[in-house]
């Protein structure tokens, strides 16, 4: 009995011992949060009345503001009035305008229509690729940067303006009557069925109601004879959450907690299920991922692996596990702040990084062997810390340097690449069905005579690597000893221009015929046609082929 209330009165004392060291921290987190919000105000208001300059409270104020929330994590933003629009606009995906991607010319000095989007107003009046923005209105673009030029174009929804432009491929000076509307890009710029009754939908967004067009696409494609389904998150940068939910709730069983979300206030403990029947629980599904999927995307491919009932093809994603809420702030403004971290159904946050708070803020990456083994439904073993590891990977071609000289919009750009391409769509008025196009070899030869005779130039990387290991050799005194085998390496390595665009031609190919399908077919086109050249697309087709591999890669025998 003595020793029960001995054991007692230790477990009361240990509970005050405890209460009272948390009473002191908070007492004294209250009085740092205190002191030094009093101190920045009286620096301020010392600042305004005694500095040699006037200060202009917008720009001083905001610049400590967002010094402080880069202390944090890069999710966290103040939002001053003017620019909530921007935060809302990336919210819903929506903005007033036109419905074109614009881009600087840096070979005119202009700022240049790079792409109209479908059936928007840019498009419907007759907007082409490269297109120069002369004048909106009364207001010249002339001389002007990319930002001055999209504010102008866009404005509140149902204003018009009167749009000058020249064309490049006439010379003709044009103007159009653009309306401008509600613009909100597709979250699904294309889906269809593929050989081998394999479907295909490109997400590029959650954004509203993306799940609905998820839906409506799949259910289509299921009259047409539909056998198994590819969903393609690859640069899918993540949005709504719910969205996320609908989009897995197509395919898993009704009353699944799918995410959890855990922060410092209570009421941003919450847990999402799966609230309506399934479409289909039985169709295969490869979920293609790389590192710009983000979010929600991870959401959706990490909730579908951790109930094995999807394939996850690809590269490993970007590992985003934090939530954000929006606040309402004084004067208009508003605060996107991180307010927890999000759960899928086998307990792991993909969280890839740490974000430090001491010393001014740092980040650091979660090293491999910190992180926590998990499993699925199946019995598979995944890991938290890093993203969503793909069961199946594969990493995708990359572009040689010379294609990105060539696309280039950087200083010394000759724009080489879009004058021929100017040039092809004013002497193709059409070309084949975007699944089939592909630029020919005597398009090619072409293409390459005119980089040719431009003078055009681009620094090789091995150039590059070359100068630098003879500085390290002759810094380190083995330069003279192998000098003969130095000069016959940089000769081998000579620039050599028709060689490397001999050399680089598939490629090449692929890009011009990438930036020509966009112009005949836009976004959907360009996505339909890019699946004849995807190196990760042919292993997935090649994976659903193949049921019993895809079975196999589900089952619990196989190791993440």
């Not at 600042?47 to 006037?54: A, E, F, N, W």
């Not at 959401?299 to 994603?317: E, F, K, P």
């Not at 292993?539 to 190791?559: G, P, Q």
Request: hydrophobic share 35%.
């Amino acid at each position: 009995m003595k020793k029960t209330l001995l054991f007692i009165v230790l477990c009361l004392l240990n509970s005050a011992m405890n209460i009272m060291a948390q009473d002191k921290y908070e007492k004294e987190h209250n009085f740092n949060v205190a002191k030094n919000l009093e101190t920045f105000s009286a620096i301020y208001k010392y600042l305004d009345i005694m500095y040699v300059d006037t200060l202009n409270a917008n720009d001083v104020v905001g610049y400590g503001v967002n010094a402080m929330l880069r202390s944090l994590d890069p999710y966290t933003v103040y939002y001053p009035e003017e620019n909530v629009k921007d935060l809302n606009m990336m919210i819903s995906g929506k903005y007033a305008g036109v419905g074109a991607l614009i881009r600087y010319n840096m070979e005119l000095k202009r700022v240049v229509i790079d792409e109209p989007y479908e059936n928007m107003p840019a498009a419907e009046v007759g907007l082409k690729k490269g297109d120069i923005i002369l004048a909106i209105d009364d207001s010249s673009m002339v001389d002007k940067n990319v930002p001055f030029v999209s504010n102008h174009l866009r404005g509140d929804a149902g204003t018009s303006f009167i749009l000058k432009i020249q064309r490049p491929t006439t010379g003709k000076t044009m103007k159009f009557k653009l309306t401008r509307r509600s613009i909100q890009l597709p979250a699904v710029p294309y889906y269809g069925l593929q050989e081998d009754g394999i479907g295909y939908i490109n997400l590029n967004s959650f954004t509203t109601n993306c799940a609905k067009d998820v839906r409506r696409a799949f259910l289509e494609m299921k009259k047409q004879g539909m056998t198994s389904l590819v969903l393609d998150l690859r640069n899918n940068g993540g949005g709504s959450l719910q969205e996320a939910i609908n989009i897995v709730n197509m395919f898993v069983p009704k009353d699944l907690t799918l995410v959890k979300t855990v922060g410092k206030l209570e009421r941003t403990n919450k847990e999402y299920k799966t609230t309506v029947e399934p479409i289909d629980t039985l169709i295969p599904i490869v979920v293609m991922v790389n590192g710009e999927s983000a979010s929600s995307s991870e959401i959706t491919c990490g909730s579908l692996q951790d109930l094995d009932r999807a394939v996850v093809l690809g590269t490993r994603t970007y590992g985003k596990g934090l939530v954000q809420a929006s606040v309402d702030l004084p004067y208009n403004g508003n605060l996107k702040l991180t307010t927890s971290k999000y759960y899928i159904p086998s307990g792991r946050c993909i969280q890839a990084i740490n974000y430090k708070h001491n010393n001014g803020g740092y980040i650091e990456h979660v090293p491999d062997s910190l992180t926590r083994l998990f499993h699925t439904a199946n019995g598979r073993e995944v890991r938290d810390g890093g993203g969503i590891k793909p069961d199946v990977e594969v990493t995708p071609d990359s572009l040689p340097n010379i294609a990105f000289y060539l696309a280039s919009t950087g200083r010394d750009s000759t724009e080489v690449m879009l004058n021929w391409e100017l040039k092809y769509i004013k002497n193709h008025p059409t070309i084949a069905p975007a699944r089939n196009f592909f630029i020919s070899d005597a398009d090619y030869e072409d293409f390459k005579k005119t980089v040719l005779k431009s003078g055009f130039k681009y620094d090789r990387e091995s150039k590059r690597y070359m100068e630098n290991l003879v500085k390290l050799a002759k810094f380190e005194g083995y330069y003279n000893d192998a000098k003969e085998e130095f000069d016959a390496l940089e000769k081998k390595l000579s620039h050599n221009l028709a060689k490397d665009l001999d050399y680089n031609k598939e490629i090449l190919k692929q890009v011009l015929t990438a930036d020509l399908v966009a112009v005949y077919y836009y976004q959907r086109g360009t996505v339909e046609n890019s699946l004849q050249f995807d190196k990760q697309w042919k292993r997935t087709v090649e994976l659903l082929r193949n049921l019993e591999e895809y079975r196999k890669i589900l089952t619990a025998s196989n190791k993440n």
